[in-house]
């Protein structure tokens, strides 16, 4: 396997200080938000850079929503925010489209983290039938 490396840069913030979310666009990336507005809901992913430390991201395998009761589970099964590479996935609401800020429902990202895209929601994305654990029940 190719380990090349390459680079990735945000282009944009999230703030989520804890009784509302917003995505912020950097200012040169505004024209890639024409035709936004059609959409209701994104996939945002983002960097979890307070995770950026070599034993984060040799870490292979965790008990999911850090539950001890759920069975030790490989990364790539979960939403984990400890993985080899740091790249976050939310499915978020649009509230409202301001100018260059997306006013979401909720992410679970943290305030300031960096955002790296956005991608309008097709709903046939997810076919039947969906399959997954019991641990990712509430």
């Known amino acids: 396997m190719d380990n090349?490396?390459?680079?990735?840069?945000?282009?944009?913030?999230i703030h989520n200080p804890?009784?509302?979310?917003w995505i912020e666009i950097a200012s040169p990336f505004r024209?890639?938000?024409?035709?936004?507005?059609?959409?209701?809901h994104i996939h945002v992913l983002f960097w979890f850079h307070e995770n950026d430390l070599p034993e984060v991201r040799s870490t292979l395998q965790v008990h999911p929503?850090?539950?001890?009761?759920?069975?030790?589970?490989?990364?790539?099964?979960?939403h984990s925010p400890m993985r080899p590479n740091l790249i976050g996935l939310s499915f978020c609401r649009i509230q409202a489209?301001?100018?260059?800020?997306?006013?979401?429902?909720?992410?679970?990202?943290?305030d300031g983290t960096p955002l790296l895209?956005?991608?309008g929601?097709?709903?046939?994305?997810?076919?039947?039938?969906?399959?997954?654990?019991?641990w990712t029940r509430p």
Not at 4 to 13: D, S
Not at 102 to 110: C, F, K, L, P, T
Not at 123 to 129: A, D, G, K, V
């Open 4 to 13: 090349q490396a390459f680079q990735l840069h945000p282009i944009g913030v």
């Open 18 to 21: 804890g009784d509302r979310a």
């Open 121 to 134: 929601y097709w709903p046939y994305e997810t076919p039947p039938p969906i399959r997954y654990p019991n």
């Open 65 to 78: 929503c850090r539950n001890p009761a759920n069975p030790l589970t490989g990364v790539f099964a979960t």
């Open 97 to 110: 489209i301001e100018d260059r800020i997306i006013r979401i429902e909720e992410i679970d990202a943290r």
């Open 31 to 40: 024209p890639a938000m024409d035709g936004l507005s059609a959409f209701s």
């Open 117 to 119: 895209d956005i991608k």
